[in-house]
C-alpha cells in the first residue's frame, strides 16, 4: 500500500516538475510576480487562520451552551426543592419532631405608631 502512495507521489512530483518547466519557467512568471504572489499566500494563511478561530470559537460555545442547559435544569431541580420544603405542612412536620406544635391562635400583625 505504501508503495502504490509514493509511485502516485512520485508521478504527481514529476507532472508538477514538467508543468513548471513548460509553462512558468518560460515567461518568468515568478520572477516578475514574486510580490504578488507572496500578497496572494499571506492573504490564503491569514484564512486558514481565522477559520481555525472561528472552529475553535463554535465549538467553545457549544460547550459553553451544555453547561448552561445542565446548570438550568439544576436550578429548576434546586427550586422546586426548596418550594416543596417551604410548604406549611412540610415545615410542620419538620418541627414536630422538635417538639414544636401549631399555634391555635391565629397570627396578628403589630402597627407601630411613631
Given at each position: 500500500?505504501?508503495?502504490?502512495?509514493?509511485?502516485?507521489?512520485?508521478?504527481?512530483?514529476?507532472?508538477?516538475?514538467?508543468?513548471?518547466?513548460?509553462?512558468?519557467?518560460?515567461?518568468?512568471?515568478?520572477?516578475s510576480?514574486?510580490?504578488?504572489?507572496?500578497?496572494?499566500?499571506?492573504?490564503?494563511?491569514?484564512?486558514?487562520?481565522?477559520?481555525?478561530?472561528?472552529?475553535?470559537?463554535?465549538?467553545?460555545?457549544?460547550?459553553?451552551?451544555?453547561?448552561?442547559?445542565?446548570?438550568?435544569?439544576?436550578?429548576?431541580?434546586?427550586?422546586?426543592?426548596?418550594?416543596?420544603?417551604?410548604?406549611?405542612?412540610?415545615v410542620?412536620?419538620?418541627?414536630?419532631s422538635?417538639?414544636?406544635?401549631?399555634?391555635?391562635?391565629?397570627?396578628?400583625?403589630?402597627n407601630?405608631?411613631?
Amino acid at each position: 500500500m505504501k508503495s502504490k502512495w509514493n509511485e502516485l507521489f512520485y508521478l504527481l512530483r514529476i507532472r508538477v516538475k514538467d508543468l513548471y518547466v513548460t509553462k512558468v519557467a518560460p515567461y518568468k512568471l515568478i520572477d516578475s510576480s514574486w510580490r504578488m504572489i507572496l500578497f496572494i499566500s499571506s492573504l490564503a494563511i491569514l484564512v486558514i487562520y481565522s477559520s481555525h478561530q472561528v472552529d475553535r470559537k463554535v465549538f467553545q460555545m457549544s460547550k459553553l451552551n451544555e453547561q448552561l442547559k445542565d446548570l438550568r435544569s439544576k436550578h429548576i431541580d434546586m427550586r422546586t426543592q426548596l418550594m416543596s420544603l417551604s410548604k406549611p405542612t412540610k415545615v410542620a412536620q419538620d418541627v414536630q419532631s422538635i417538639g414544636l406544635l401549631k399555634s391555635r391562635v391565629a397570627p396578628f400583625v403589630l402597627n407601630v405608631q411613631e
